[in-house]
């Protein structure tokens, strides 16, 4: 048995030996990782809310890299049509993102917020963010913000998509967000300051164009409602949305 044994072991050696022997000195290298880049709208859409206001609405995210290693920039804001106000940037950012685990990116730097005008007190900040696919294929982007003042604050997003057939989705998202210490120059108190539901039926023409319509609620939470109500401002708010996803 013990000659047996040797025997195999011998053999084994013997044939990985030839094998490498065999290998041809030209043999090409492992293929290289390939940059790669993609932009996508996720929402770009018109809001009709509870108040009778139409507001537009986008939510961009684009990379450029590859799997391990790319650089992003997100936007996101609003504008509220005839009300004489400038467009509310509610985020642009440049992030560096590295790969840390499958299907999970730890993502860092900088951005700004803000009305978009020439006279606007625009917040700029550091971030540092965790964005990927949680069980059940939920995603999320969960961040905290370092503003130029010490001021922090976190937003975190998750969205979930349910086939209903081959081309047509159901896409639940929910959004909170809120501040760990007070900023009295932005006005934002501590504690949770907003929370977001929203639920969207998209119909695929295309991989690449996706129109929708949906609905939406949101509300402010803790001492931001009770600043709110100090002001006369309504704390909650309901709409309708239609709009398209689409990408490039």
């Known amino acids: 048995m013990k000659k047996l044994m040797l025997s195999i072991m011998a053999s084994s050696v013997l044939s990985v030996n030839a094998y490498a022997q065999a290998t041809p000195e030209n043999w090409p290298e492992p293929v290289k990782e390939i940059s790669n880049y993609i932009v996508v709208f996720d929402r ?7 108040s009778e206001e139409n507001i537009g609405v986008w939510d961009m995210m684009g990379w450029y890299g590859g799997d391990t290693y790319r650089i992003y920039v997100k936007s996101e804001g609003e504008n509220k049509q005839d009300d004489g106000e400038p467009t509310d940037i509610e985020r642009a950012e440049v992030l560096v993102s590295k790969l840390i685990a499958p299907f999970w990116e ?69 959004s909170l967000a809120g501040s760990i210490t007070e900023s009295e120059r932005f006005e934002r108190p501590s504690g949770f300051n907003s929370l977001r539901l929203g639920l969207r039926y998209r119909y695929e023409f295309a991989r690449e164009f996706a129109p929708y319509i949906g609905v939406y609620w949101s509300r402010e939470l803790g001492n931001s409602a009770d600043k709110a109500r100090l002001e006369d401002e309504s704390v909650s708010e309901t709409g309708l949305v239609i709009g398209a996803r689409f990408w490039f």
């Not at 770009?44 to 509870?50: P, S």
């Not at 961040?143 to 349910?162: H, K, P």
Request: glycine fraction near 8%; charged fraction near 15%; avoid cysteine.
């Open 44 to 50: 770009f859409e018109v809001a009709r809310t509870n």
């Open 106 to 174: 730890i993502q860092g730097g900088l951005g700004t917020s803000g009305m978009l005008s020439s006279n606007s007190n625009m917040e700029n900040y550091a971030v540092i963010s965790l964005y990927g696919m949680a069980p059940y294929q939920f995603e999320i982007d969960s961040s905290l913000i370092l503003n130029e003042d010490g001021d922090v604050r976190f937003a975190v997003e998750a969205e979930y998509e349910i086939n209903v057939t081959q081309t047509s989705f159901l896409q639940p998202r929910v």
